[in-house]
């Protein structure tokens, strides 16, 4: 792809449209550069079949372009109409998958241009939407996927929806492109208040936290948001965290990630305001001239919360409050069987690294058709079946047990907390292989602690096939990030609850050479770990920080 002049195409493209309608019609498989540029904020990206890149080139064929479509859906909330088109579209248009992502969305692969308008508008027609899950712009609001009735929880919800409507974008190009006008979900006004005209220099991610409950990841975000209760359960107002982002450039150090600060505290009837406060800076102050440094997070590092502060209360016309303690942290994941609290049930189905596939997506599917649930979308790549009545219960477990999906209880202690993205071969900034070798490396190390008795043990690994961070992998217990081809930096000392960066530990690692190396790491957690202590502790008590004798 030729270099593209980002702002000034958003700026010049009539409310993100661009030359889309036109080169819809056109009869070729692919778009052009700054059509490209602008299909990400309507929610897709432009691909090819990098597998194919090689014997295209031999025979002089051109690349094998598709598409992949995001859905945006807050709280990864998916209404069960919205499910069973994906799941139809999948068969019909993709590649038969459906995935899962670490924003609590869905992702259809393999969609071609000609179809691409249909795949959207069937979408927005089952109650979805596809509208800003790429681009320059708010991304997916994330919450607690777990459908808890207890008061943090709704209050976690409630807040995700209403900042996902007050960021999402007013132009009516999405629609008018792909539902030729029939704009069956909006009534704003055709201005956009918070974007202007360029929208933000970089995307933004907002996700809202129960107290205790790190399942969004807080600390990764721009905007971190986290109610707090009184002691009758009443929402008094909401922690705000700032400045967080995970990724990176190799070889460029003034690219990094980073956790987000604990910023200020809102009473409840200001949240709103505040974090509409808050993306206007970063759309005001943000870096428009160098795309590596346009995140909110270096905005953050450089100017200080102090000058943050000051520019915040500004623009919003009050003051902020001193940000009030939580409790700690947990990553809970309530795989299985759970109580909703409401007299409803939820199931939360394991699923490797979100790709929903052959019987695990045929008694979905079913499940879903027999019973119309709705689901949940979960930021660690999981699905939950919610809102089941009890005497489904039986029918559901005969629908999983015919598929032959295991409990969940019995997949691997490793696999049920890693994460891995899809890189290879459909995403063009993929470095090297995720999703389709961390199996391989997942299945050497359960065989590795088992022969250690420490089969129980979960070790988080995320792996992304680059470093701009998508499977979050330097807050894992263990991180690995794709350089090359089948070559890797590896990262130690994450923590379970997900609220530490871990560190480089080796540089041009093998996939097939990642057990290995871990191995004996592995066999001194069994040695000399402390009682209760996770391997990204051990491993940054004993190796990161440990004197250079004793490593």
């Given amino acids: 792809m030729s270099k593209v002049d980002v702002e000034r195409t958003k700026a010049q493209s009539a409310g993100l449209r661009g030359t889309i309608p036109e080169e819809l019609r056109e009869p070729t498989d692919r778009f052009g550069d700054e059509a490209v540029a602008l299909l990400k904020f309507h929610g897709t990206y432009q691909q090819d079949d990098r597998d194919q890149r090689k014997s295209a080139r031999d025979s002089g064929a051109g690349k094998d372009y598709s598409f992949m479509v995001r859905t945006k859906n807050p709280g990864g909330f998916l209404p069960a109409p919205m499910y069973r088109a994906i799941d139809r579209l999948a068969d019909e248009f993709g590649n038969g998958t459906i995935r899962v992502t670490t924003r609590s969305g869905l992702q259809l692969h393999g969609v071609r241009k000609a179809n691409l308008r249909t795949v959207i508008a069937v979408i927005n027609a089952s109650f979805g939407s596809t509208l800003g899950a790429c681009g320059d712009i708010n991304r997916n609001v994330m919450a607690p996927p777990f459908p808890f009735a207890g008061a943090p929880y709704v209050a976690a919800r409630e807040a995700a929806r209403a900042i996902a409507e007050l960021l999402t974008p007013r132009a009516t190009a999405y629609y008018e492109i792909w539902q030729d006008g029939d704009v069956v979900h909006s009534t704003a006004p055709l201005d956009e208040p918070i974007y202007g005209t360029a929208f933000l220099p970089r995307k933004f991610k907002i996700a809202v936290a129960a107290p205790g409950d790190n399942s969004v990841d807080l600390y990764a975000n721009d905007i971190g948001v986290v109610p707090v209760l009184a002691s009758d359960e009443s929402v008094l107002g909401y922690d705000l965290l700032v400045g967080g982002g995970l990724g990176m450039t190799h070889g460029k150090p003034e690219t990094?990630?980073?956790?987000?600060?604990?910023?200020?505290?809102?009473?409840?009837?200001?949240?709103?305001?505040?974090v509409r406060a808050i993306v206007l800076v970063q759309r005001d102050h943000g870096d428009r001239t160098n795309r590596r440094h346009a995140r909110f997070k270096y905005l953050v590092a450089e100017r200080g919360l102090a000058w943050l502060r000051a520019e915040v209360e500004t623009v919003a016309g009050f003051a902020l409050e001193e940000y009030r303690p939580l409790p700690p942290w947990t990553m809970p994941q309530h795989l299985g069987w759970n109580a909703a609290g409401d007299g409803t049930f939820f199931y939360g189905f394991a699923i490797a690294n979100?790709?929903?596939?052959?019987?695990?997506?045929?008694?979905?599917?079913e499940i879903v058709s027999a019973f119309d649930t709705d689901l949940v979308a979960t930021p660690d790549q999981n699905l939950l079946v919610i809102g089941i009545e009890p005497a489904a219960r039986a029918a559901i477990d005969a629908i999983i047990a015919r598929a032959g999906i295991v409990e969940p209880q019995t997949v691997s202690a490793r696999e049920r907390v890693s994460m891995a993205c899809p890189a290879l071969p459909t995403c063009g900034l993929a470095l090297a292989e995720s999703e389709r070798v961390l199996p391989d490396i997942i299945a050497q190390i359960d065989t590795d602690l088992a022969a250690l008795g420490l089969a129980d043990r979960p070790v988080a690994l995320r792996m992304t096939g680059c470093p701009n961070g998508c499977a979050r992998p330097v807050l894992g217990e263990v991180g690995i990030v794709g350089v090359s081809a089948d070559r890797y930096k590896i990262y130690l000392g994450g923590n379970a609850a997900s609220t530490r960066l871990n560190v480089p530990y080796r540089e041009n690692i093998r996939a097939a050479e990642i057990p290995p190396l871990l191995a004996p790491l592995f066999a001194r957690w069994a040695a000399e770990g402390a009682a209760g202590e996770g391997f990204g502790d051990f491993c940054l008590r004993a190796i990161v920080n440990a004197p250079p004798s004793a490593s």
Wanted: hydrophobic letters at 45%.
């Fill in 256 to 274: 990094y990630a980073r956790l987000a600060d604990e910023f200020a505290y809102v009473p409840q009837e200001r949240l709103l305001d505040a």
């Fill in 354 to 365: 979100g790709r929903i596939r052959g019987a695990c997506k045929t008694a979905l599917a």
